[in-house]
């Protein structure tokens, strides 16, 4: 039931795009996204609730393919505070599956 | 400040004594979860409240237990706590299951 992400690790020079996809072989009706920082709880990216529903906010969007059963987020020209982990999650039946999260690391 | 505080935040304890992490949220939010999050396997839950004085096992609910008596609180016990329940977790609420989620600061357990 837990979504896998890919790729499980990225390392980026800042101003350089990354792409993170999710993906479930189960249906999806809902996709959210998070991000941690090393020490931290995760924050809330955004959610997508419908097939072909894009979303984006600053320089971070992301698209959600329902009948793929898949959803990727796009991270634009990135910033050093861009680092963490990122984690696609989604419901099924009222319990929670989070993907085993992608580490991102933005160099300058 | 709408926030969900967990105490403790560090804890140190010994196989089989029993202990309980509480999880508080200000946000009068319905659904309560809790996760232990290992190296490698992301955040898994363990145990969630749709609402008061109704609960059900996430995906690795063994060796745990919960209560949901009033609405902002849900603490997560474990009764008998073996060295393989040595992680971190984080107590998160929402509106509903499909919602926003915010999560605690986390507690970091030893079990030795």
């Known amino acids: 039931q837990q979504p896998v992400q890919s790729p499980q690790a990225v390392i980026l020079r800042e101003g350089e795009d990354a792409v993170i996809n999710c993906s479930s072989s189960?249906?999806?009706?809902?996709v959210h996204w998070y991000r941690q920082k090393h020490g931290e709880a995760p924050v809330f990216l955004m959610i997508?609730?419908?097939?072909?529903e894009q979303k984006g906010h600053d320089k971070i969007s992301a698209s959600f393919n329902e009948k793929k059963q898949q959803s990727s987020l796009y991270l634009t020209a990135s910033q050093l505070s861009y680092s963490g982990t990122y984690f696609c999650?989604?419901?099924?039946?009222?319990?929670?599956?989070f993907g085993s999260g992608t580490k991102l690391n933005v160099k300058p | 400040e709408a926030q969900v505080t967990q105490n403790p935040r560090y804890l140190i304890t010994v196989t089989g004594k029993k202990l309980t992490v509480t999880c508080s949220q200000n946000?009068?939010?319905?659904?309560m979860s809790w996760y232990r999050q290992d190296p490698g396997l992301g955040l898994r839950q363990i145990y969630y409240s749709m609402n008061v004085e109704v609960t059900d096992k996430g995906d690795v609910p063994e060796g745990y237990k919960v209560s949901r008596k009033e609405k902002r609180n849900f603490p997560l016990i474990l009764e008998s706590p073996s060295p393989n329940q040595t992680s971190l977790y984080f107590c998160?609420?929402?509106?509903?299951?499909?919602?926003?989620?915010?999560f605690g600061p986390g507690t970091r357990l030893t079990v030795l």
């Open positions: 999650g989604t419901e099924t039946f009222n319990k929670f599956y």
């Open positions: 997508l609730l419908k097939g072909g």
């Open positions: 946000m009068n939010h319905e659904y």
């Open positions: 189960k249906a999806l009706y809902s």
């Open positions: 998160a609420s929402s509106l509903g299951s499909r919602d926003t989620q915010y």
